[in-house]
């Protein structure tokens, strides 16, 4: 046998109480959405006539031809009567710009 001594580690412990790592949580908290506009997924949005509008010009400005003031029309036939007699206040559909009501 030899004379030289061997190491003890009879009072040597250890304890892991878990081998995951250890990661910081994300912070969300300075992220922040905005939706300016559901129109594409909705497909229709609405309108509330102010004075001096007529069905022309809503349609010019909303879908760059005054002509297609009888798609509006024909999408708001449970509102409008005549395409001449609408009133400031009033809230009608504006189909959207690729269907064909």
């Known amino acids: 046998m030899s004379s030289d001594k061997k190491a003890d580690f009879s009072g040597?412990?250890?304890n892991v109480e878990t081998t995951e790592?250890?990661?910081e949580k994300a912070?969300?908290?300075g992220v922040t959405a905005r939706v300016d506009s559901t129109e594409e997924?909705?497909?229709e949005q609405t309108y509330t006539i102010a004075k001096g509008d007529t069905l022309s010009k809503i349609a010019k400005d909303h879908y760059g031809s005054a002509n297609a003031w009888t798609r509006i029309f024909e999408a708001n036939r449970d509102v409008i009567d005549d395409?001449?007699?609408i009133f400031p206040g009033q809230v009608i559909k504006l189909p959207s710009r690729?269907?064909?009501a």
Request: hydrophobic fraction near 35%; charged fraction near 30%.
């Open 12 to 14: 040597v412990s250890a």
């Open 21 to 23: 790592q250890k990661v």
């Open 27 to 29: 912070d969300f908290s």
């Open 41 to 43: 997924l909705v497909g």
């Open 83 to 85: 395409p001449d007699k």
């Open 98 to 100: 690729d269907s064909s």
